[in-house]
Each structure stands twice: as C-alpha cells, then as structure tokens.
C-alpha cells in the first residue's frame, strides 16, 4: 500500500511563541515548511495539509487538571511559577492557552486520521511538547499533546499503543502519563540524564511496579554519541521491545536536538543520523502496525541549520518520497534566511555528510554507548520474555 500522509499545518501554528530570544522560536516551523514547500514534498499527491482544530477542555483534561487549564488562561496576566509559568523556561505570552491548545487539537487531528484511516501517516511538527506534565508547564511545554492524542487513541479502543521518543531530552512527561497504563509503552532513547535536564530517564525507570511494569523502555546515551553510535543503540532495543509489545499504532516525537550543533545538548548526530532514524521508525509502522504512524515534532534549537532540514526529511520520508541527501537547497529559501536577519550561515544541501552505517550489538563489545545498551537491556528485556544477552532478540 503506498503512503498517504496528512501534514497538519495552519500559520496559526506560529502563535506559540515565548519570545524572540527562547529557544523554541517558532521560526524553525516556518523554515521548515518553506523548505519542504520549496523542495517539492507538500505538493505531492500522497500529501495532505490539513488545518487543526484547537482542543477543547474535554480533550485537555484527558491528560491536566482543570485548575492547571485555568492557571494557563490566567497566565498571561497572572502567571503563577507554582504552575510553572512564568519561569525562565516557559514565559507567559498572549494568547498562550490558544496557542497550546491549537498544537494539542492539532496532534489530536493527527491520530484522528490516522484512526479513521484518511491517511496513513499524520504529521504535526509543531507537536511533541513532551515535557508538560499533568498540573504544570515544563521544559518550554504547556499542554502535553503527545499524550493527549495518546489518551484519545486509548479512548478509541486501542489496547497496545507504542511511544517513541528521539529528542536528546527524555520524554519525561509522555512516560509519567502512562507509567501505571499497560497500554501504553513508552520508548525514549537520549542523552544520558547524568548530563542532561530533566535528569530522568535511567534505564531502570521500567513502569509502575505494581499496576505496568514493563511498560516504559529508557536507552541513555553518553555524551558525544554520534550517528552510528546512536543507530548502534536505537536498532540494540526498540525494535526488539515492539516486536514484543506488538503496537496496534505508533507514536513517535521526532525532536532533532540530538545534532551536533544543538547549544542545548551534547549528542552529536548529524542531519543524515537523523533521516536514518525516521526511515528506522517508518519501517517498523509498516512491520508491526499496517503502517499506522503519528509523528510529531520536539526539541531542536538550530533554527536555521538543523529542523528545517531534519523535519523536512521527516515529511519526505512519511510521504514515501524520501530526498535525496545531496539535494541543493533552493536558493530562494537561503535568500529568505538572510533577509530574515538570522544569524545561522545558510546550509546549501540536504546533507552534511554524515555516516549512518553501523555494527550490529553484540553482548562482547564495551564501548561507552555498548554500556548503555547492556544497561537498557539487562533493565528492559525481561521485562518482555526477551534475552538481554542474546543479540537475536
């Protein structure tokens, strides 16, 4: 069955915006969708845009409390830090409760044609708020869309959802959501938390002892973890833990601050690391799922140099229409980045020329990032009936 994918996408999306010196500039959206606008990828029959909805209360509370929701209306006028608003991290601005309402409808949409089967694949960039949790704001997150769109799915009936997180943050917000659901598996490969805000995320955080143990899978990466390294790491445990849970539909938030030039994290990949790993997650939503595949986007703060061209490929790669790495960026768009005053110089290709070859796992090697993997498998794979020395499974 070829890809159709629904690309959830309005300039309204631009609304959340925390200011022009916050990391989460809303200017890598635009970017982004201007590159993959100018490349060819929106206009392809099997593309979809589609504007989103912004998510009423029903659907916010499946995830936050009520009095959270009033504190983020109240917000722009009477920020309240007890919530986490108002701090360094998540600056109150007008018309915030809109703006993160509209992102969560958005990543509701996604799995609502995803669910309904219009398409195949659903993107929504501007998604992946993952750090949000239940009664306050956190790490430039309000509202928790990735977990809200979640909850939705399960209230569709859907017994075995997988989560995938691939920002170089853990997706602490995701997992605390479903920690104590054995219907929800969340995945998150990141930096090392030893090193890296939100300091969660070990291995050993596996679910609800008592209610969903099993149900969360953490691969912690040292820093400096380059493309093959994290691809070594990934392809040791994800797919071997949804091979086992056998997911009815994926999840994935496709965060790209793993890259070598992030300023607020220590990974190392490149953006050809990064297009591996959507291919990775592609191919297992047509392996384990009939292809039924969210993806979201997350972190990454190279404005200019990274998410354009990282989650550009992302919506060629859940549109079957993968670019090619040695493709030239228009020249069109590089004007517009320059006109625009930012301070990134402009990439000129879709590439940087990363290697994104690896070596399988196997249980006899004892690099730093072997370590990690022996540490999320000896933690994990139990877990799962699986073999944590075995490099089969």
Not at 23 to 35: A, C, I, K, Q
Not at 58 to 80: I, K, N, Y
Not at 102 to 114: D, K, M, N, Y
Not at 204 to 217: F, H, Q, R, W
Request: hydrophobic share 40%.
């Amino acid at each position: 069955m070829s890809d159709s994918v629904a690309v959830v996408w309005d300039d309204a999306l631009l609304g959340y915006t925390m200011g022009g010196d916050h990391p989460l500039h809303p200017v890598r959206l635009d970017l982004t969708m201007r590159l993959a606008d100018g490349l060819g990828v929106l206009s392809t029959p099997r593309v979809e845009v589609v504007r989103p909805q912004p998510a009423g209360e029903d659907l916010l509370t499946l995830v936050h409390d009520a009095d959270f929701l009033e504190a983020v209306r109240r917000a722009p006028t009477d920020p309240d830090e007890r919530y986490g608003l108002g701090t360094t991290d998540n600056p109150v601005f007008e018309g915030m409760y809109e703006a993160a309402a509209l992102i969560a409808g958005g990543s509701v949409q996604a799995a609502e044609l995803v669910h309904s089967g219009r398409a195949q694949h659903a993107v929504n960039i501007a998604g992946g708020l993952h750090h949000a949790m239940r009664d306050r704001a956190s790490g430039f997150c309000v509202f928790n869309d990735a977990a809200i769109a979640i909850a939705w799915l399960l209230g569709q009936g859907y017994e075995r959802i997988a989560y995938v997180d691939l920002d170089v943050h853990h997706g602490d917000g995701v997992q605390a959501a479903f920690s104590d659901d054995p219907r929800v598996l969340t995945v998150s490969i990141h930096q090392t938390p030893l090193t890296l805000w939100p300091g969660t995320g070990y291995p050993e955080e596996t679910g609800d002892p008592d209610k969903a143990l099993g149900s969360a899978v953490n691969i912690a990466v040292p820093n400096g973890t380059d493309d093959s390294s994290w691809l070594r790491a990934f392809h040791a445990v994800v797919p071997g833990v949804l091979r086992a849970f056998a997911p009815q539909i994926l999840v994935t938030q496709c965060g790209c601050d793993a890259h070598h030039e992030d300023p607020l994290a220590d990974l190392a990949l490149t953006v050809d690391g990064q297009r591996a790993s959507y291919r990775a997650v592609h191919d297992l939503a047509h392996e384990l799922c009939d292809g039924r595949w969210i993806a979201l986007g997350g972190g990454g703060y190279g404005l200019v140099r990274c998410v354009p061209r990282a989650w550009t490929h992302l919506l060629a790669e859940a549109a079957g229409e993968r670019l090619d790495p040695v493709t030239a960026i228009p020249q069109s768009w590089r004007d517009d980045v320059v006109a625009r005053g930012l301070r990134a110089r402009p990439p000129t290709h879709m590439t940087e020329g990363g290697y994104t070859g690896f070596s399988a796992w196997d249980p006899f090697t004892e690099s730093r990032v072997d370590r990690a993997i022996a540490r999320s498998r000896k933690a994990s794979y139990p877990l799962f009936g699986l073999d944590p020395d075995d490099p089969r499974d």
